[in-house]
């Protein structure tokens, strides 16, 4: 296997509240390949935007990442110095924001706030060079180029999220990361930037990592998935996997929850119970109070991460099903 | 644009006229009259009162009276002072005018300036002793009580120090043979610092638009060329001793009413501040890889100018009327000191004429914040 373009080792990161400590992200580890669609998926609150915070090194000051490394290539990024990580933003991993909506600075116009990130990281670029850049990102994502001199109040819903797409683009990065992109907009939109995303991902041959509670939308985008409960990763596998075949009952549980329009009539399965406290995680399997299958083990140990075959791995004492045979 | 100019400057006319009749008619409403104070002496006669009277007009009933102002003021003649009768109220207000607005803009400005810097910069590097001591500093400067504040300003620099004259405009005993007028050495300060400050703002404006290496040396020249030439000129001239007189007697009430604005200035950009570093936008900057000195002055610090504009806007507006407390305890003969006076012995003309003078002031300051706001915010936009 290649070696892969951005690879998060062991990340565990802490918030410091008044409350105390919160596990916001323990001991996560993923990578991610050239070209590769990474979906992450899980409930509000569960640490994904905190991953992807992590690995831009954006996260606010009450914040601490208390062990792992993330590399981009041979960068390891936790320890690379500020002004080397403002190189890497933008310049090799850039974001869709999650409120993409108000991710546009309402005062400047919406082509000056790319061309500032061009100018920032390719430096010996003319204005007229800047804008000609503007244009063909504009043509790719799906707006008028005559836009770019309008400001971010002048333009839709679906708009400003183009254009913020255009905008994470702008620099050719290795990586880009999309945090829940879509969420604010109505389903069309949604489903016509879903899809323009996933043309632009191929046609440039990108890697990215989508962010998303919605698992249909994250079907829709990724060639792999991780399923993250309680700022643990509890299953990682690609996507047709991890959708027929789901090992953790975690992950069986949202697919359950899943209406369908197609096929027999069924109820629809809820989990039961809330996302654990992270003030204070439950021992052993953080999702044992809510597992149907948890027996004693469960409560006292902590099931490791490990891999049932063809890139299928799990963390869980029961898994739904082995049938790759290797384990 | 221009049709809005236009119909705004309609409203501000309205605005006016109803602004002279409610202050008519307060000042009138007081009991007595300048004919009373000027009659006091028991030997006058009580017919020479009544004379008296008749002869400013103040025996016709006051609606008349207040019709024949009007009439009188929209033709361009403001009247003459009683207590200093004949002379004109135009004269006064001239002489006096210039006083204020230099005494108050320079304060504002500075001000605002240093106001907005500090303010900023306190937003971003927040906790530990400094964020205490300034947050404490900034209360107690804009919650002091001006006179006692002011009080203490005297008192420390022009007492105990004995740094700075206490207050007036000017040392009489060094003018017995000055050349010229004290007020034509005043407005002579005011053209000079006005053209220095042109240059020093269009070097700077400039010095943005040319390589970093040619940056330095703009603006250090647009800071040293009119500095020289204001020594020049007041040195060729022969008035910079009398110039230096009444720039002496500035610096006090300046420095007064600046800390007093400061502290408003400063607690409100840092709140300002610290709302917009929450925004989606800031977190975009940021990941944007721009360093954080450019995340701070060009995407929060510009967002968060808007409401630190009105203030100064504002503040602008109630300088003359605010300056009557400030002016009375340094001496400083402006409008308000003139405004208060003439208040007291019902010289209805002088207080009118510098009544008017605070309106059209606030009118113009809350157009001229209209119209910053169009240019500090793309969404504002008149029609």
């Not at chain 1, 204005?127 to 799906?142: F, M, N, P």
């Not at chain 1, 075949?245 to 027999?264: D, F, K, N, Q, W």
């Not at chain 2, 500075?110 to 530990?128: D, E, H, N, P, Y």
């Amino acid at each position: 296997m290649t070696k892969p373009l951005l690879s998060v080792e062991n990340l565990t990161m802490h918030y410091t509240t008044r409350g105390g400590e919160v596990a916001a992200v323990d001991d996560v580890s993923f990578s991610l390949h050239e070209g590769e669609a990474l979906g992450l998926v899980g409930e509000s609150g569960c640490g994904k935007t905190s991953v992807a915070m992590s690995i831009l090194r954006l996260l606010p000051d009450n914040a601490r990442i208390l062990g792992g490394q993330i590399w981009l290539g041979d960068l390891e990024l936790l320890s690379l110095p500020e002004p080397e990580m403002q190189k890497v933003r933008w310049g090799r991993i850039s974001m869709i924001f999650q409120a993409a909506m108000n991710s546009l600075n309402p005062v400047y116009r919406v082509g000056d706030q790319i061309i500032e990130a061009l100018e920032l990281h390719w430096g010996d670029i003319s204005r007229q060079q800047a804008r000609e850049r503007v244009a063909e990102l504009y043509q790719l994502v799906g707006l008028d180029p005559a836009l770019m001199d309008r400001y971010p109040h002048e333009y839709s819903g679906g708009m400003r999220q183009r254009a913020v797409i255009a905008m994470a683009l702008a620099c050719n990065p290795d990586v880009i990361i999309a945090d829940e992109p879509t969420t604010a907009l109505d389903v069309i939109v949604q489903d016509r930037i879903l899809k323009r995303l996933t043309e632009i991902q191929k046609k440039i041959g990108m890697a990215m990592i989508y962010i998303s509670h919605d698992i249909a939308v994250i079907a829709e985008v990724s060639h792999r998935v991780g399923v993250m409960y309680a700022g643990k990763l509890v299953e990682l596998a690609n996507t047709v996997n991890i959708f027929e075949r789901p090992l953790h009952p975690y992950t069986a549980g949202l697919m359950a929850s899943i209406p369908s329009i197609h096929g027999e009539k069924r109820d629809l399965v809820t989990l039961g119970g809330e996302p654990p406290n992270l003030l204070h995680p439950p021992s052993g399997c953080r999702f044992h109070p809510r597992c149907a299958r948890a027996t004693g083990i469960c409560i006292e140990q902590e099931p490791p991460f490990q891999d049932y075959g063809n890139g299928h791995y799990a963390a869980c004492w029961h898994p739904m099903e082995v049938d790759y045979g290797s384990h | 644009m221009w049709r809005f100019l236009g119909r705004r400057f309609v409203q501000m006319l309205i605005t006016l006229l109803l602004f002279q009749a409610v202050t008519y008619f307060l000042i009138d409403a007081q009991p007595g009259d300048i004919a009373d104070l000027l009659t006091l002496d028991p030997n006058i006669p009580p017919a020479e009162r009544e004379r008296l009277r008749a002869q400013l007009g103040l025996d016709r009933p006051p609606a008349e009276r207040f019709i024949t102002y009007i009439g009188n003021f929209y033709r361009g003649n403001l009247g003459v002072s009683f207590q200093e009768y004949p002379r004109p109220v135009i004269d006064i207000i001239k002489e006096r005018l210039p006083r204020t607005v230099v005494l108050f803009l320079t304060a504002s400005i500075l001000s605002f300036w240093t106001g907005f810097v500090t303010g900023k910069i306190l937003a971003w590097r927040r906790g530990g002793w400094i964020e205490y001591a300034s947050t404490i500093t900034g209360v107690t400067l804009y919650t002091v009580f001006t006179p006692w504040f002011a009080l203490m300003m005297i008192w420390l620099f022009a007492v105990a120090l004995n740094w700075l004259p206490a207050g007036k405009f000017l040392d009489p005993l060094k003018w017995l043979d000055a050349p010229i007028s004290a007020n034509a050495v005043f407005a002579r300060m005011i053209w000079s610092s006005f053209f220095a400050l042109v240059i020093v703002f269009v070097g700077f404006w400039f010095s943005n638009r040319v390589p970093r290496r040619q940056r330095l040396v703009l603006r250090a020249a647009s800071l040293l060329v009119p500095l020289v030439g204001m020594l020049l000129y007041w040195r060729l001239s022969g008035l910079g001793f009398y110039a230096w007189d009444i720039a002496r007697h500035l610096i006090l009430p300046v420095l007064t009413v600046t800390l007093i604005a400061y502290g408003g200035t400063m607690l409100l950009t840092r709140t300002s501040m610290l709302e917009t570093l929450r925004e989606d936008y800031v977190l975009t900057a940021r990941a944007k890889g721009l360093p954080d000195k450019v995340v701070r002055d060009k995407h929060v610090a510009r967002n968060a100018l808007l409401p630190v504009w009105t203030g100064l806007v504002f503040s602008l507006g109630n300088s003359v009327s605010g300056g009557i407390i400030t002016e009375t305890i340094f001496s400083w003969p402006g409008i308000g000191l003139t405004l208060l006076n003439s208040a007291l012995v019902a010289d209805i003309p002088v207080a009118m004429g510098t009544l008017t003078v605070v309106g059209v002031m606030t009118l113009i300051s809350h157009l001229i914040a209209d119209i910053g706001y169009a240019f500090l915010d793309p969404r504002i936009r008149y029609h």
